[in-house]
């Protein structure tokens, strides 16, 4: 299985996320921003960084690169797609998932392990989770505070579609301590935290983020 990883001006977890894709056990494939051709991969990952220098709103300028018409067309068929931390403010960008991403509510840049709890299990990139389990991953984030008006607030929680929560601490003050989300097929996530650097002992505070990766290609396997 091939699952694209996008490359924006100003990203810098693109690798990382590669090399989280490749211990899943699939092969990472580098796609360019300018470039539409999604070049047959499986699924797609926007990383994290900080893309066009997060000039007007942190993500409003990739929202229009010539990748994402083909993403936001591929995740319509069905096709998974992941965006960590700017690429979840990128996914929000084009209307693929609800609500923005805004300054931190401290007004702080946020570095440290944070602790999540599995919320919904339901979605492509978290079946291999069991709901209510703690996770413990890096979050580093200086926008990364989730906002919503209730009522879409209210639709997410009754539709399963928070994926993951903050416990032991909000480290950002999103709005019901939402950590990740998911749209209604549930093929599309955006998670503020970074799973890819949770995939190896050696470098992360744990292996837990591996479940992303892994996740996701015993979803493709079903569907296949």
């Not at 047959?40 to 018409?69: E, K, N, Q």
């Not at 693929?96 to 709890?117: C, I, K, M, V």
């Amino acid at each position: 299985m091939r699952i694209g990883v996008v490359t924006f001006p100003g990203s810098l977890d693109d690798r990382d996320a590669q090399r989280a894709v490749r211990i899943a056990g699939a092969e990472p494939v580098a796609l360019w921003h300018a470039d539409s051709d999604l070049r047959g991969v499986d699924g797609v990952i926007l990383p994290g960084g900080f893309s066009y220098g997060d000039y007007l709103r942190c993500g409003a300028i990739a929202r229009f690169s010539a990748v994402m018409d083909s993403v936001v067309k591929a995740a319509g068929d069905g096709m998974p797609v992941l965006g960590i931390c700017n690429g979840f403010q990128i996914l929000c960008e084009a209307h693929l998932l609800p609500g923005a991403l805004t300054r931190n509510e401290h007004l702080h840049f946020r570095n440290r392990d944070q602790w999540l709890r599995i919320e919904s299990t339901g979605s492509a990139w978290t079946a291999g989770y069991e709901a209510g389990q703690e996770i413990l991953i890096p979050v580093k984030n200086g926008e990364g505070r989730y906002v919503a008006d209730g009522r879409t607030l209210d639709e997410l929680e009754g539709s399963g579609r928070i994926v993951a929560r903050y416990v032991r601490g909000n480290p950002n003050g999103s709005q019901r301590d939402i950590a990740a989300i998911s749209n209604e097929a549930g093929n599309v996530v955006g998670i503020m935290p970074h799973p890819e650097h949770a995939v190896e002992a050696l470098t992360g505070p744990s292996v837990d983020g591996l479940g992303f990766f892994t996740s996701v290609l015993a979803h493709l396997g079903a569907h296949a």
